[in-house]
Structures are given as C-alpha cells and as structure tokens.
C-alpha cells in the first residue's frame, strides 16, 4: 500500500470543461501544447486543476452564429446586427480537435491543413490567444 506522503502520478487524461458544460477527455501531453492549461496542471503551481485534472474553461463562451446587414435607407454605411450563443463547447471541441491534431503530426512534414469552418475562425483565434497555443510551424 502507498503512503500517504508519496504523491500520486497524474492522470494520462485531463477533462477540459467549457463554459456551457461539455466536457472533453484529452490525452494530458497533447493538451499541454497549451501553454495556460500546462501551468493549471502543473503540480507545482498549486492550482486546483492540477490535484483534480479537470480544467474549468469559462472563458472560452460566445459563438458567432451569424450577422446580417442592416441598411439604413438613407445612410451610406451598412451596420451589422450580431447574433452571439454562449455554446462555448462547440469551439472547445474544435480546441481538442487541433491538440490530437498536433500530437498525431508532431513528427511529421508535409502536414495538411486542419478542416476548421470559416464561422469559427474568430474565435478559435480568440481561444487559441487565451490558452497560449504555440501553432505548429513546419
């Protein structure tokens, strides 16, 4: 039996959690491609996501849905009215997506461009900024 002093060994696995609720299973080294969810799952940064393994991700929320222009009957200018959705589980799929994507091809040349839907682009942008992606440059 294990002493109580000896720390266990992490998880092969972390769950990350969008702000909507889903939650996804990732394999903890492809995950860690990701700067911000490598320092939540450090041991030595004291943070709760390193004990538990699951990481809380509620700043990843809003999906553009779509917009459509408004035209002013006698404005020159367009204004475009936004639908936001906080479905914030629909862009940290694409997330976990890409870390399988990068482990799967870390070693590989000639690595074909990963399918992303051009309504997603902004805010795997905006996810990739918050969580500290390094993209991978071949």
């Not at 590989?108 to 500290?132: G, N, Q, S, Y």
């Amino acid at each position: 039996m294990a002493s109580s002093s000896q720390s266990q060994a992490p998880s092969k696995y972390v769950t990350l959690i969008s702000s909507d609720g889903f939650e996804f299973v990732v394999l903890r080294e492809a995950a860690c491609i990701s700067g911000a969810i490598k320092r939540m799952l450090d041991p030595n940064s004291g943070f709760l996501e390193s004990t538990t393994g699951r990481c809380q991700l509620a700043e990843i929320k809003y999906v553009l849905l779509h917009h459509t222009p408004k035209i002013f009957k006698y404005a020159h200018r367009r204004q475009y009215i936004y639908k936001m959705a906080e479905q914030g589980g629909i862009v940290l799929e694409k997330v976990a997506e890409y870390f399988y994507y990068n482990y799967r091809n870390r070693n590989r040349e000639d690595v074909p461009d990963m399918e992303i839907p051009p309504e997603l682009c902004l805010e795997l942008l905006m996810a990739a900024d918050f969580l500290d992606s390094e993209p991978r440059l071949v």
